[in-house]
C-alpha cells in the first residue's frame, strides 16, 4: 500500500500557506507509516512495535561483527520463507521447530493443549507404540528430524525412544525399556519435529 509524501516541503521559496496541504499530507504519512506494525502518537505504548512484517525474500549479503541481520528467505524444504539470522559466523534458520508436544502416555494418550504446537493427534497402537500426527503444512515433505524423550515408567525402570517416519506430517514414536527391550508404555513423554 503506497502511502503518499511529499518530498523537499516546505520548501525555503515557497508561501508557507502555499505548502501546508502538503505539510499536513506528510504529517498524517507519518503517523500512517508508523502505525503499520506499530503503536503510533496516540496509544500507549507510543513506537512500539505490534509486530514484525517481513515483506518479500530478501537475502542478506556477508555480515561482518558487529553487523547482523534477520531477514526472510526460501527454506531448504519448501521455497516457503524461512526467518533466517546472518551474522560473521554463518546463517541460522530461526525457525527450524515445526512442532512440539507433551503427551500423557498409556492406554489412552493425551496431547497437553497447553504444551503443544502443530500437533493433531497422538494414538496408541500398541504397546510402547504411538502414531504421532501433526497439523497441515507444520511440515512440507516427509524429510524431517524428531527429537523425543519420556519420563521412567517407574522409579527403578527407564525408556529409550525411536521413531519412523510414516509420511508428511506423520511418524511413530516405539518406547522400550532400557533392559531387555520390552515395549512398554511410558506415563509421559514429549517430542519437538524440526525442519529447514
Known amino acids: ?11 525555503a521559496p515557497n508561501d508557507p500557506s502555499a505548502d501546508q496541504p502538503k505539510m ?4 498524517n504519512s507519518t503517523d500512517a507509516i508508523i502505525a503499520i506494525d506499530h503503536y503510533t502518537f496516540a496509544d500507549a ?23 547482523s541481520a534477520v531477514y526472510s528467505a526460501s527454506g531448504t524444504a519448501s521455497s516457503v520463507s524461512n526467518l533466517i539470522y546472518r551474522n560473521q559466523n554463518g546463517v541460522f534458520p530461526l525457525n527450524c521447530v515445526r512442532a512440539w508436544g507433551l503427551v500423557t502416555g498409556g492406554v489412552g494418550p493425551a496431547v ?30 516427509a524429510n524431517f528430524a524428531v527429537i523425543a524423550c519420556s519420563t521412567l515408567t517407574t522409579s527403578s525402570v ?3 525412544v525411536g521413531y519412523v517416519l510414516t509420511g508428511i506430517g506423520t511418524f511413530e514414536l516405539n518406547f522400550v525399556t ?14 519437538m519435529v524440526l525442519q529447514i
Do not use: C, E, W
Open 178 to 191: 532400557l533392559s531387555g527391550n520390552a515395549f512398554v508404555d511410558p506415563t509421559q513423554f514429549s517430542f
Open 158 to 160: 527407564g525408556t529409550q
Open 112 to 141: 497437553v493443549a497447553s504444551q503443544s504446537v502443530n500437533v493433531s493427534a497422538v494414538a496408541r497402537s500398541a504397546v510402547g507404540k504411538y502414531t504421532v500426527t501433526l497439523t497441515a503444512n507444520a511440515v512440507s515433505t
Open 1 to 11: 500500500m503506497p502511502i503518499p509524501y511529499n518530498n523537499n516541503i516546505p520548501d
Open 24 to 27: 499536513r499530507t506528510n504529517t
Open 45 to 67: 505504548p507510543a513506537g512500539q512495535h505490534k509486530q514484525v512484517v517481513l515483506a518479500g525474500k530478501n537475502a542478506q549479503g556477508a555480515q561482518t561483527d558487529p553487523s
